[in-house]
């Protein structure tokens, strides 16, 4: 019984050395698109495009890791590298639809006066 922790113990520290190797960026705050000036937005909007492609490194480190252990990977690391993959994919999206929305209620907030 002792072993087979020891063994689990083992997996572990080789997925944490694994984890260490790719670091996802911070999240970019959103502004509140009801309150924010326009300089914020265009601001957070550059900060959001930075994040978007350091994500998309940080998916090609994922994929390049998983990569590099192979075919003969044990299935449940290849699992925690789709999962990784899949929340980062995520989390891109929640943010790209977090900024959108406050994109809108600028709008809303801030109408265009018609000529």
Request: proline share 6%; aromatic share 6%.
């Amino acid at each position: 019984m002792r072993t087979v922790g020891v063994f689990v113990a083992a997996i572990a520290g080789c997925w944490a050395s694994a984890g260490l190797a790719c670091e996802a960026p911070a999240v970019p705050p959103v502004p509140d698109g009801k309150t924010a000036t326009m300089e914020q937005l265009l601001t957070a909007q550059g900060q959001v495009k930075t994040y978007m492609s350091s994500m998309q490194e940080y998916l090609s480190c994922i994929d390049m890791e998983a990569d590099a252990k192979g075919a003969d990977a044990p299935a449940e690391y290849k699992a925690m590298m789709v999962d990784r993959h899949n929340t980062a994919v995520t989390e891109m999206e929640q943010i790209a639809a977090a900024f959108n929305e406050q994109i809108k209620a600028y709008k809303a907030a801030n109408p265009t006066p018609k000529k």
